[in-house]
């Protein structure tokens, strides 16, 4: 049989370097993003945002902006409100009677966080659109703020949607084991409060988005600084009523997103509703200070963490319950980023019980959304902070309790439900060790706070496991995922002898839904 010759050896792809593709047009200056493109016609957009966090909006007085050197139009948001077809999409309710809000590109009847766009203006140049934004006349009736979760469930509390009567977005739980019961057999126990803070994500690139409608054929085209050109066209086509067959979304380079950019928003609806309306190209360009108002922020929880353990070290329950911000309104995948951790509280050790209970909280503030992890990185600094916390009680060496709680045996199935394939982790823990000299940092760090020195060294440890490649599993049934987790491409073998990946279809675009 003949043999041909790889680059790579048989049997050895994971380890294995791949060529970056995008890296010659990258250093070359060849690459373009949404910000160094320009058509023909082209006007600019610029959003009007409320400075206050929560505000009744009593008028809104666009004339002043309109006579304004090279404006073409300017819009409010009841002006613009019967564009809407629906809400700005939120692909994730965890629960039934989970509270989803109205989320409309503009604001109508209040502002509900720092940055709420609640009008639109259209000029010539970015300049001048931006100028014609400080013209526009808006009167507010401020009203408290929220911006802390667990005030925002407190009685008596302002309301910041009003309809819903609560500021309670949905209450999520996952229980599996003796929880009460090993609690009360404990030897020792802890409780620990840890405050996730709320993360601005700061891409190199800001948010862009540029729109060329087609008025002949009612056909639009965008060009966005999106990491999901897929779920955005379905989406947007759903918001606006632009026929999904006559929309075409573009992503070119991205620059940085994280998360931050995987989403569908605002200033994406709002500059297809406008080249519809006006027949011209329209662009917008995020400001920096508009990418710490309105693109989605991350994180900004309150974790109370609870071990149950013997007087040896090891631990037997863990209980875990979040009160998670998700800011003003529900974006692509708000509700579902806490639930993303929601099994891995527990981190690599083994246990017994286990309990866990989110509840997501409408504040006037940005929407938070997934940004780098996505859940699993606050579950890991809760469970590895407890656990240090349960070592100092003990006063065993936090290497010792990890060591003595680490999974074996795998596959392994962990109480909360989710199983790990495979893992040693005493070899990696050995591994780091040795790069460390552990003994003799330890060392060191004994010597400096005898001799009272006013540099001390910190010792800090963070033994995670990542969840990743669920795929269709009884995992993304419990918390209501909204696609089957599945991808799938076509190829096409062509009579020249190459390969074209014709389209991908994968149920993370929205093309498939799987229940």
Known sequence: MATVEQDVTLGRIVGTPVERKEDTALLTGQAKFVDDMSLPGMVWMAVVRSPYAHAKITSVDITPALAHRGVIAAFTGEELADEWQMSLPCAWLPTEDTNQPNHRPLAVDKARYAGDGVAVVVAETRAEARDAVELVQVAYESLPALVDPAQALEDGAPIVHDDFGTNRCYTWALSAGEVDQEFANADVTIKERYRQQRLIPNAIEPRGVIVQPFPATGELTMWSATQIPHIARVTLSMVTGVPEAKLRVVAPEVGGGFGSKLNVYA????????????????????????????????????????????????????????????????????????????????????????????????????????????????????????????????????????RLNFLRDFPKTLAS???????????????????????????????????????????????????????????????????????????????????????????????????
Do not use: N
Not at 344 to 357: I, M, P, Q
Not at 380 to 391: N, Q
């Open 267 to 402: 200033e994406e609806a709002l500059a297809l509703v406008l080249a519809r309306r006006l027949g011209r190209p329209i662009k917008w360009i995020e400001t920096r200070t508009e990418g710490y108002q309105a693109t989605i922020h991350g994180r900004d929880q309150i974790q109370e963490i609870e071990l149950a353990a013997t007087s040896e070290g090891k631990i037997r329950a863990v209980r875990a319950k979040l009160t998670v911000a998700m800011g003003a309104y529900l974006q692509l995948v708000t509700t579902g980023v806490p639930l993303l951790g929601a099994w891995l509280y527990s981190g690599a050790y083994d246990v017994a019980a286990y309990d866990f209970e989110c509840t997501g909280v409408f504040t006037t503030t940005t929407p938070t959304d997934a940004y780098r992890g996505a859940g699993r990185p606050e579950a890991t600094y809760a469970i590895e902070r407890a656990v240090d916390a349960l070592a100092r009680k003990l006063g065993k060496d936090p290497v010792e309790v990890r």
């Open 417 to 515: 439900g989710l199983t790990v394939d495979s893992g040693d982790y005493d070899a990696h823990l050995d591994a780091a060790l040795e790069i460390l000299d552990y003994d003799d940092v330890r060392k060191q760090q004994a010597e400096r706070r005898k001799q009272s020195d006013t540099k001390e060294l910190g010792i800090g440890f963070s033994t995670y496991i990542e969840m990743c490649g669920l795929a269709p599993s009884r995992i993304l049934g419990a918390i209501r995922y909204g696609a089957g987790g599945w991808d799938a491409a076509t190829i096409r073998f062509l009579p020249t002898g190459t390969v074209r990946r014709h389209r991908r279809r994968s149920a993370r675009d929205g093309h498939v839904r799987q229940p």
